[in-house]
């Protein structure tokens, strides 16, 4: 469980993030939505401990996430940021094998563990057939899955996300999304993931946070995501909900968003 209290960031007279009390738990699959400036990426970066707060404190099961090293830290959680790092030079196994790092022992040697664990990452997320390819070469869509496939490799109890589908046509946003929630569901990964596309988190969240301009509109269970008076003051602009055309489970919130504007 993270617990953010008395958080403050303030840039140029502008506060970017205001939060006075947030619990985010880590074993379930949450969606953190809202406009482009609200503080999303802000927020998932304190939760990383690639930021810290101008006041306040972030803990991760009782501990400071500021107290963690690096490599303890990266046994804890998983991040991919929203703008993916420089991979020059690697090959999409190299990338991937990456996330074995901070399992290796204390000689750093590999082990055949690690070698089944990235390929069956690269299976996950449909890659294995780049596994020799430049991971700089390959479209966005398929550079995106080849890190989410190093995240997987990290083996970590919570992964999060800074928008994975950006980059991604629908049918590789759902598949991506399918993937993220089975690992939530069948092995207790928890998801954090930041998304813009509503109708995926109507469709995956079993969590949710959204922030407006820095402060947190509502946070709660996905059944929040039903109220059209708080989406549409989210965004600023008339959203209806409709009956999904094709519900697929029952267990799950299956409505359609759309804008009326």
Known sequence: MFLLSDI?????????????QLSIPTDKLTVILGHNGSGKSTLVNLLCAQQQPDSGSVLLNGRSVASFSAKSLARELAFLPQKLPTSAGLSVRELVRLGRFPWRGALGRWRQIDE??????????????????????????????AWVAMLLAQQTPLLILDEPTSALDVHHQYQLMQLLAQLNRDQGCGIIVILHDLNLSLRFANHVIALKEGAVAFAGGAELLLDEKCLSALYNTDIRLIDHPKPLDTSKINKVAIVCA
Not at 116 to 145: C, H, N, P, W, Y
Request: hydrophobic fraction near 35%.
């Open 8 to 20: 403050k960031i303030v840039r140029e007279k502008r506060t970017i993030l205001a939060i006075e």
């Open 116 to 145: 089944q664990i990235i390929d069956q990452s690269m299976a996950k997320t449909g890659v294995s057939d780049f596994s020799k390819m430049l991971a700089d070469r390959l479209s966005g869509g398929e550079r995106q899955r």
